[in-house]
């Protein structure tokens, strides 16, 4: 996506915009149920380009699924946070993003915390933590079972 957008830099200026695109909602709900609404929703550290005139576009390509020989760009859900910017490792490993979970109602708030805390955990203490999170989920979906 840095590539993408410096590319359109250059070609028409305008700059990178740092932010978060707002991803999965979980846990999913059955099929055909809209309430109550999901615990939290997952928000991926992502960057777009601002054009000149202040537009966002989502300049990264998205797979088709089932398809992968075809890419599309797809419209992003995008908030943008200048303090959301990404680590430049190498030249080979241009960028570490990460995400962070967004509880959607009050029951969400332990699930979302551990998993925000887990994406930046490695190895053992990660694992912990997923394990922690699922424990967390299960004692809030009482609303999911028949």
């Known amino acids: 996506m840095l590539q993408q957008s410096q590319e359109l830099i250059r070609r028409h200026g305008g700059e990178i915009c740092s932010g ?18 999901p ?16 537009r966002l576009w989502e300049v990264t390509p998205t797979a088709i699924i089932d398809d992968y020989s075809q890419v599309g760009f797809l419209p992003t859900e995008f908030v943008p946070d200048p303090g959301a910017v990404f680590e430049i490792r190498s030249e080979t490993d241009r960028v570490a993003g990460h995400s962070r979970y967004v509880p959607l109602r009050p ?31 299960a004692s809030r979906m009482t609303w999911m079972r028949p």
């Open 39 to 54: 615990l939290d929703r997952r928000w991926a550290n992502h960057a777009v380009w601002r054009d000149g005139d202040g």
């Open 107 to 137: 029951e969400g708030i332990p699930v979302a915390m551990i998993l925000t805390v887990a994406q930046h955990a490695t190895g053992t203490a990660r694992r912990g933590l997923i394990q922690d999170a699922l424990t967390a989920l």
């Open 20 to 37: 978060w695109a707002l991803a999965d909602i979980g846990p999913h709900r059955r099929s055909g149920q809209r309430f109550p609404p």
